[in-house]
């Protein structure tokens, strides 16, 4: 078999690979600080770790897959993300628990959180000449969780469970805001006329590349930064 090497420019494997790294990493941190971490609140921190450690895999399959064709690994970055995604919603239900958060909260949250990837995926993969329709689908999914967090249940709990938790969750909302916010820019560059019909990156090949690069990083910024924020808040007092 061929051995498959990294060209110094190819930044798209580059980042395929040191996102593997990185969720490798944080993984092991998390889980070796589930044994110096309160009950209260070991199962965050779990979560956490869960979270870069599905990542950790899917990125370790999508670096290969991406070196050895080339190609986009957009089914498995999306099962990626139905996985993650969600986990990412419990986070929010799990630390809102003291202040009562319900399971309909993490459900309405787990709910809107596949609509906006469902009708993203369809967006990039099997409609792309509707991109533009399933973008602002997805987008406005994606603003109900904005919404959620800033203004909705989430933030009215969040500032009835304590000092800590409520800055917590603030820093988690700004991760929803601004960090996920990344994800759109990926798609608008990646989607034939992503952005109301403007070509943003002319050739195909240089576009989904862009995409790429882009959610890689977004990936490391929302999975790990979320995960510290976690790790943060079950070292405080409360
Ligand atoms: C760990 C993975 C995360 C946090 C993934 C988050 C993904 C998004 C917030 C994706 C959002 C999208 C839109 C808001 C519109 C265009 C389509 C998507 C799916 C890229």
Not at 163 to 192: D, N, S
């Amino acid at each position: 078999m061929e051995h498959l090497k990294i060209a110094a420019d190819n930044y798209v494997a580059f980042t395929f690979f040191i996102g593997t790294m990185a969720m490798m990493a944080a993984s092991v941190f998390f889980f070796f600080e589930l044994g110096n971490t309160s009950a209260k609140w070991r199962t965050s921190l779990l979560v956490s770790g869960l979270i870069t450690f599905i990542a950790a895999v899917h990125y370790y399959y999508m670096r290969g897959y991406n070196l050895e064709t080339g190609d986009s690994p957009t089914f498995f970055r999306y099962v990626d993300w139905i996985l993650t995604v969600p986990l990412m919603c419990v986070e929010f239900y799990l630390i809102t628990k003291k202040a009562g958060s319900k399971q309909g909260l993490l459900w309405k949250l787990i709910f809107a959180s596949l609509v906006m990837l469902v009708t993203g995926y369809f967006g990039e993969t099997i409609d792309r000449g509707n991109s533009v329709l399933w973008g602002v689908i997805s987008g406005a999914a994606y603003f109900y969780i904005v919404y959620l967090v800033w203004f909705g249940e989430v933030a009215k709990l969040a500032q009835t469970a304590g000092a800590q938790v409520a800055k917590a969750t603030k820093v988690l909302a700004w991760f929803v805001l601004v960090g996920w916010a990344i994800y759109p820019l990926g798609y608008i560059l990646g989607t034939p006329g992503g952005l109301f019909g403007i070509q943003l990156v002319s050739d195909p090949a240089a576009a989904t590349h862009a995409m790429d690069i882009v959610y890689n990083i977004a990936d490391a910024i929302n999975k790990i930064g979320f995960g510290l924020v976690i790790y943060a808040l079950s070292r405080s007092e409360d």
